[in-house]
């Protein structure tokens, strides 16, 4: 089954302007959920849309509200929204260019494959992913995706092009704040050597195949098992708890960098399951 463009419209570049198609490059893994459960009873809790003082309303009756102050909406119908002009809904014009290294990756959201809308948009689709390729740049531009206006990046991948969206800069938290207190030191050269070692031994290409998720697979197992014992019992397994994080758990710093760098490497297994 052919999948779904995310966003149809047209990429613009001064007087040119290539319709193409947005698709997502994600999609959700073995993700876990659950389900809120009346114990008593075994059945499923439901949720009903409920007023202050009236109880219980039909979903034909609710509309949306910006709170102003406190209690005092003002109600917008979902056709106001609608018809707020924004030239970003159909187009998204490349304002500017430069170069990716140039973008903290703390701004980067998500990412969306981007391709011609058909033969005639593709000689003039090519010509910018080439130039944006030979250039070495990201272009930049506004575009407007499900009620939300979001600054976006364009580069290359592979014969299409990818685009990802960005943080505001009001999104983002700066991290000096948070790292205030770390003392402005240099460490020692022998742990610092001992630890560039370590790190040039476990170094690998990127292969994101060579990871799992971990909790899934347990919580699977788990739901498994409660399943064929059919019992309410709780099934509590033990695990080894890491170390003492406060630092109680102190370590010879020196004597475990060495003792890792002279550990000889496992063999690499066929899956690097992730945490979650």
């Known amino acids: 089954m052919a999948a779904r463009a995310y966003w149809q419209g047209q990429i613009r570049l001064a007087l040119v302007s290539i319709p193409v198609e947005i698709y997502t490059a994600t999609k959700s893994g073995a993700k876990i959920s659950f389900n809120q459960i009346h114990e008593p009873s075994g059945k499923r809790i439901s949720y009903e849309k ?19 102050s406190k209690g005092e909406y003002v109600l917008l119908e979902d056709e106001e929204i609608e018809a707020v002009k924004l030239e970003s809904k159909r187009t998204l014009e490349l304002v500017q260019f430069v170069d990716f290294c140039e973008i903290d990756p703390l701004y980067f959201e998500k990412p969306y494959y981007v391709a011609p809308k058909d033969e005639l948009a593709e000689e003039a689709f090519i010509v910018l992913r080439e130039a944006l390729r030979k250039s070495k740049k990201v272009a930049l531009g506004q575009l407007a995706m499900r009620g939300k206006e979001k600054l976006v990046a364009l580069k290359p991948c592979g014969k299409g092009l990818l685009l990802e969206t960005l943080r505001y800069a009001d999104e983002v938290r700066k991290g000096q704040s948070f790292f205030s207190d770390i003392e402005d030191t240099k460490p020692k050269k022998e742990l610092l050597d001992l630890a560039t070692t370590l790190i ?24 498994d098992k409660k399943a064929k014992s059919k019992s309410k019992k709780a099934i509590i397994e033990d695990v080894d708890e890491p170390g003492d994080a406060s630092g109680s758990n102190v370590i010879d710093l020196m004597a475990a960098l060495k003792k890792s760098v002279d550990d000889k490497p496992a063999k690499k297994s066929s899956k690097r399951k992730k945490s979650a």
Not at 200 to 223: C, G, H, T, V
């Open 200 to 223: 040039d031994q476990k170094s690998a290409p990127f292969d994101a195949s060579e990871f799992e998720d971990r909790y899934a697979d347990a919580l699977k197992k788990l739901i």
């Open 50 to 68: 409920t007023v202050p003082g009236i109880g219980p309303v039909d979903r034909d009756d609710i509309i949306r509200g910006y709170e102003i």
